[in-house]
Structures are given as structure tokens and as C-alpha cells.
């Protein structure tokens, strides 16, 4: 599987209402004891992570995420901008995902969240 398209999917298991959908679309491309990490969670395995997207859902039906980067890829970590988009189109601040791959590239192993833009820091 091409390494956009597995980011692609995984950002697709947010966005499904449908928890069986969200299972089809996590579970082939999650690895056995991967973690997600953000401000608001660690969620270690599939179905911790499907309950916490469940949550996100039920806070805010038909809530999409959506890649908004290139995936950028080294020595199997991965990074791709995303934002969070209503169903009116309304959106909270983007956020950075750092993925970070099993070997053949095929799995994510471990997701670590950041929410907002990066903030530049003056130059001295």
C-alpha cells in the first residue's frame, strides 16, 4: 500500500460516523499493540483508539479529518499536516501527526498528535 494511502486511511477511521467503518478502515493498517498519542490521550492498541474516535464523534458528528501536507517520510517516521472539519465546513486549528511505520511500510505502529500551527520563534 502506498504510504499517502495508508495516512489516507487512517485519517478516513476519524472521519466515519459508523463504527464499523471506522473498525474496517483502522484495523489493516494498525499494528498489534500500536499507540496514539495526543494532548488530550494515549490510547494503547486498536480499540482504545476506536473508542476514543468514537468519543470525538459523538462530540461532534460527521466531524472530518483531513490531510492538508505531502506525507514527508524517513527512516520509517512519517509527518503530515491535518485539520479538523465540521459538516458546516468550519474547522478547528490544523494540527501535525508524526506516524511512525513497521518496517515494510505497511502498518502504523505509532501515531503522535500535535494540535495548532507551529509556531515560529524570532531569530536572534
Known amino acids: 500500500m502506498p504510504l499517502t494511502h495508508l495516512i489516507d486511511s487512517y485519517c478516513a477511521a476519524w472521519s466515519k460516523e459508523d463504527a464499523q467503518q471506522r473498525r474496517a478502515l483502522l484495523l489493516p493498517i494498525w499494528s498489534d499493540g500500536a499507540t496514539y498519542t495526543d494532548p488530550t490521550v494515549h490510547a494503547a492498541g486498536a ?21 492538508t501536507s505531502d506525507v514527508d517520510v524517513h527512516h520509517g517516521i512519517a509527518r503530515f499536516g491535518w485539520k479538523f472539519v465540521m459538516p458546516d465546513g468550519s474547522s478547528f486549528p490544523e494540527g501535525l501527526d508524526i506516524a511512525f511505520l513497521d518496517p515494510g511500510q505497511e502498518r502504523l505502529t505509532r501515531i503522535v498528535g500535535f494540535f495548532g500551527p507551529l509556531v515560529r520563534s524570532p531569530v536572534s
Open 47 to 67: 480499540e482504545e483508539l476506536l473508542a476514543h474516535i468514537a468519543g470525538i464523534q459523538a462530540k461532534h458528528p460527521g466531524a472530518r479529518i483531513i490531510r
